[in-house]
Every structure is written in structure tokens, then in C-alpha cells.
């Protein structure tokens, strides 16, 4: 079993739709990491957090340490938001644990 | 900050010849990440240094893989000597440390390894 869970593994969703993408993790973490990737291959931060929720845009971010869960939601989807979103635990030091990734299609 | 900065973006190689991969971290950034990306296994942790010492290699796949950080504002990774299997993209990434800090990654090195 992995130590980090991503649920689902490829959603595709009309735009406007509200997004959510589940990360279940195993480990103790420091911190927790939701990354985008796009097509051309590139990597952005999105968030970094250890506790709570943090919001930008229309992304929002949670997480329950209790429960070793996050999750990444999308308001009012677009194309332009169609990527890879990848967790990552944050585990003892700076050692990081990646999902195996998200595929977000949004279509027009 | 022109963020973390990797050389070369795309490479294609012969089996056996040898690859470096260069990275610059952002300035006054202290921990240094490589990763490697493949479609079957996704994004893993190569190797990590903080304050240029390694400190977690455990995810270099075999001794044909090196890597240094001479200084805090250089590292290599290096394929000696390079098989197919090795085509993948090879992520640096920096961030200050101490965990629980964002990771700037950089655009990645795409090898193909033939």
C-alpha cells in the first residue's frame, strides 16, 4: 500500500463543475504539499500546509491530521485548470512523499 | 529570484554515455531535492541535501547514479553510464528548510536515453 493515497485517479467534469480530489496519507507529516502540473510539464506549488485550510482563487486546500486526510477543491472549474495535481506528505525532515497524481480534464 | 534553474531542458543520449544534470536552487535556499519522473512509477525522491550535505539517498536507484552539491548554489546529478530505463524527467527542486516549507521546483531535465 502506498503511504500516500490520491482519489480519484482521472476525473473529467464539464466547466463550472465544483472539484474535489482526496489525498489519504499513513505517515506523520511536518507538512502537506498539493502540487500542479501541467501538459508542458512544469511544477507549481500550490499549497503547503500543516493544519486547517488555506484558500487562493478558487482553490481551497484542507487537511484533518486526526484523520491523515486532505483534500484540493476547485470552484467554478475551468479548462484552464484542466492538470495533474499531485499530494505530497511532508515526512521527518525534508524527506517528501509523493501521490502518484490526479489527471483533471475539465471541458468546455 | 529567476527561481531554480536546470540545465540541459532536453537531452537525448546513447546507452552508455554519461549524463550530467545541473541545477541551480534559488539563493538562500538550503535544502535541494532530485526527483525523477516516469509515467509507471510517477514522481519519486532521488536524493536530498540540506546545507549542501546529503542527507537522504535512499532513493538513488543504483550506483550508476551520483549526485554532489559542491556549493549552495550548484548541483549535478549524474548517469554513469546511462541505460534506457533511465529515460525519465529529472526534477530539482529547492525550499528553505526545516520542513514544512513550499518547494520550488524547477522545469525539469527531459532525458531520452536510447
Known amino acids: 500500500k502506498n503511504e500516500v493515497e490520491q482519489s480519484p485517479q482521472n476525473l473529467t467534469a464539464q466547466e463550472g463543475e465544483f472539484i474535489t480530489i482526496n489525498c489519504s496519507y499513513s505517515v506523520g507529516i511536518s507538512a502537506l504539499h498539493w502540487l500542479q502540473q501541467h501538459p508542458g510539464g512544469g511544477i507549481v506549488s500550490l499549497f503547503m500546509l500543516s493544519s486547517g485550510k488555506k484558500k487562493h482563487g478558487r482553490l481551497i486546500a484542507t487537511i484533518n491530521i486526526q484523520e491523515k486526510h486532505s483534500s484540493l477543491h476547485i470552484t467554478a472549474s475551468h479548462p484552464r485548470d484542466s492538470a495533474v495535481y499531485i499530494c505530497?506528505?511532508?515526512?521527518?525532515?525534508?524527506?517528501?512523499?509523493f501521490g502518484k497524481g490526479t489527471r483533471l480534464h475539465i471541458l468546455p | 529570484d529567476a527561481g531554480v534553474i536546470q540545465s540541459p531542458r532536453h537531452e537525448v543520449t546513447e546507452m552508455g554515455q554519461e549524463v550530467t544534470l545541473r541545477c541551480k536552487p534559488i539563493s538562500g535556499h538550503n535544502s535541494l531535492f532530485w526527483y525523477r519522473q516516469t509515467m509507471m512509477r510517477g514522481l519519486e525522491l532521488l536524493i536530498y541535501f540540506n546545507n549542501n550535505v546529503p542527507i537522504d539517498d535512499s532513493g538513488m536507484p543504483e550506483d550508476r547514479f551520483s549526485a554532489k552539491m559542491p556549493n549552495a548554489s550548484f548541483s549535478t546529478l549524474k548517469i554513469q553510464p546511462s541505460e534506457p530505463r533511465d529515460s525519465a524527467v529529472y526534477f530539482c527542486?529547492?525550499?528553505?528548510?526545516?520542513?514544512?516549507?513550499?518547494?520550488?521546483f524547477g522545469e525539469g531535465s527531459w532525458l531520452t536515453v536510447v
Open positions: 527542486a529547492s525550499s528553505l528548510s526545516a520542513g514544512g516549507n513550499t518547494i520550488y
Open positions: 505530497a506528505a511532508q515526512a521527518g525532515g525534508d524527506k517528501i512523499i
